[in-house]
């Protein structure tokens, strides 16, 4: 079992900036991809951006030049740097990561945090 946990977030006004982090825990061998996706009222739930085992980046084109996810392997974590921030990108942010298990198996594993909100006021 792998365990993901979200801890930041809040209110912030329009122009300001949020951290949030994820934070795994558990049977780890390896963590692989990590993301934030969000989830506003109404909505389906959307890719904010991930960052590969590898460092590798990718971002929704909405949060370009004002988001930046990072990780520390050497403590299973993950950010999210949000800057700029506007009423639209209120949301409950999910953190998620796949990787293996430390079984003998070295099962594979995909695991969700329970979501943070994050609430941006005009």
């Known amino acids: 079992q792998v365990q993901l946990v979200e801890s930041g977030g809040g209110l912030v006004q329009a122009g300001g900036s949020l951290s949030v982090s994820c934070a795994a825990s558990g049977r780890i061998f390896s963590l692989g991809s990590m993301g934030w996706y969000r989830q506003a009222p109404g909505n389906q739930r959307e890719l904010v951006g991930s960052?590969?085992?590898?460092?590798?980046?990718n971002y929704a084109d909405s949060v370009k030049g004002r988001f930046t996810i990072s990780r520390d392997n050497a403590k299973n974590t993950m950010y999210l740097q949000m800057n700029s921030l506007k009423p639209e990108d209120t949301a409950v942010y999910f953190c998620?990561?796949?990787?293996?298990?430390?079984?003998?198996?070295?099962?594979?594993?995909?695991?969700w945090g329970q979501g943070t909100q994050v609430t941006v006021s005009s």
């Open positions: 960052i590969f085992s590898d460092g590798g980046l």
């Open positions: 998620y990561a796949d990787g293996l298990q430390s079984d003998w198996r070295r099962t594979p594993f995909n695991s």
